[in-house]
Every structure is written in C-alpha cells, then in structure tokens.
C-alpha cells in the first residue's frame, strides 16, 4: 500500500543495462519513480521524453528518476537509445513491484475494464518515505511539469 508519509516498498530490479538498482541505492536523494505500460508507445514516449527534458534541472534539485514497465532490458535499452533518455529503465516482467506500489490491477481503457499497467507516479524522499503519490496519470504528455511544480514548490 503507497500512502504518502510512509515507508516506501523496497525494491531490487534490473536496468536496462541488466544490473540491479534498489531503493537503497538512493537514500539521501528523492527519487521519481513512474510506471509505465509499454517502450516506445506514444503516451509511454511522451512521458519518457518529458522527464528527460526536465533532467538537468531534477539533477540539480537531487531528484533521480526511474522508469519501471514489464519491459526487457533489451526493450529498454532500445528505447533509451532511440530516444535518448536521460535515466534508468527498470523491468518488472513479474509486475510485482508494480503490485506493492498499487501500479498494477484493475483499469478502464476504452471503456473497457481491463488488468494492466496503471500510468503512476511515486515521490520518494531522502529517507526512503513516500512524499507523493499520484495514483493515476491521466495526461502523460506534462506529467514531468506537475512533477517539477510540486517538487519546486
């Protein structure tokens, strides 16, 4: 369960590169992590390039991000070479951090109610606790500029 002021759910996944990345490897830093349906789709793209464009400046705020879809580290790195993502892409074929962080169940997609990725984002302060959740992204083409407002403010 992702409630803001609480712990946020440890995690340990593979990059795009194959190495491991865990929440640990953050403490001392907020970290943007986002979960995203699929590499290379218009909405997924948009949201991607958007954190990419505002990269400099979350660096200079001491705010990492991370990406995490069900995606391969092959999917992922070709996707981060095409089109030229700033940050780490983590895969999470099993959907289980998905689960603990409420970004993977029940969802409506045109008009349908489907089970699947649920576009979201999670705000982790420097002390591993949840600063923000929104819980589900409906616009990911400016998603990253709601992200930096609340983080400027």
């Known amino acids: 369960m992702i409630e803001e002021k609480a712990v ?35 909405g997924c793209t948009k949201q991607a390039v958007g954190f990419t464009a505002i990269h400099d400046q979350l660096q200079a705020l001491n705010v990492a991000v ?24 983590l895969s999470d074929p099993e959907k289980t951090m998905m689960s603990e962080y409420q970004s993977w169940g029940e969802k ?20 591993g606790k949840v600063l923000k959740h929104w819980k589900r992204v409906a616009n990911s083409a ?10 400027q403010s």
Do not use: C, W
């Open 66 to 89: 991370l990406g995490v879809s069900p995606d391969d580290a092959e999917s992922h790195r070709k996707f981060i070479e095409k089109f030229s993502i700033a940050y780490p892409l």
């Open 8 to 42: 946020a759910p440890a995690f340990s996944l593979p990059n795009q590169d194959g190495k491991t990345v865990s929440l640990s490897d953050y403490k001392g830093q907020k970290v943007i992590v986002y979960f995203y349906p699929k590499d290379d789709t218009p």
């Open 142 to 151: 400016n998603h990253h500029e709601k992200v930096l407002q609340f983080l």
């Open 108 to 127: 409506n997609m045109y008009g349908k109610t489907v089970t699947g990725v649920i576009r979201s984002t999670v705000l982790v302060d420097e002390q």
